[in-house]
């Protein structure tokens, strides 16, 4: 058995404490509320909305790559529809993979999607419904949330962010 000593200095006897005193914790959890309190106003803001737009944007040039990636025929038209703030990528009338049949951006029903169909042909080309390439004048675009747009540029079918082409 350790026989310990009260520690005396000038005379007077203290105790040996082992841990923190009652003042030092809440010292601590004060300090560590306003960091969290900075941390929290300096987090940022939209970054669901942004992951939504970066997903509707790979969708899109997926569709393009599938319809590329095919066997070439001026009659195989590949489609991205948007319906009721769900996307599928077909072929004409089955969905190219469960992946990309009836989703919701994100997985997240939240999310509101607005746009056209859009086709591409063989070529990579957004082209209308009957097959015709898509004019300068005649830009496919997307909406994400109300707020964010995609354009997809008539001639090459590349997807930018924003509402026009260069």
């Not at 909305?49 to 590329?68: D, G, K, P, W």
């Not at 300068?136 to 707020?147: A, E, K, L, Q, R």
């Not at 995609?150 to 090459?156: E, G, I």
Request: glycine share 8%.
């Amino acid at each position: 058995m350790i026989n310990k000593k009260p520690k005396q200095l000038n005379g007077v006897f203290f105790k040996s404490s082992t841990g923190f005193s009652l003042v030092e914790l809440i010292l601590i959890i004060v300090l560590l509320g306003i960091l969290s309190a900075a941390a929290y106003i300096k987090w940022p803001v939209g970054l669901n909305n942004r992951a939504a737009v970066l997903e509707l944007m790979r969708v899109i040039r997926y569709t393009q790559h599938v319809a590329m990636t095919r066997v070439y025929d001026p009659a195989h038209i590949l489609r991205l529809k948007i319906n009721a703030d769900k996307y599928t990528i077909t072929d004409g009338t089955t969905a190219v993979s469960a992946e990309f049949n009836n989703q919701y951006l994100l997985g997240d029903s939240s999310i509101t999607l607005t746009g056209i169909t859009l086709f591409y042909n063989g070529l990579g080309e957004p082209v209308n419904s009957s097959g015709v390439v898509l004019s300068s004048i005649t830009s496919p675009s997307f909406t994400v949330n109300g707020t964010s747009y995609l354009t997809v540029c008539p001639q090459t079918g590349y997807v930018l962010e924003g509402s026009t082409c260069p």
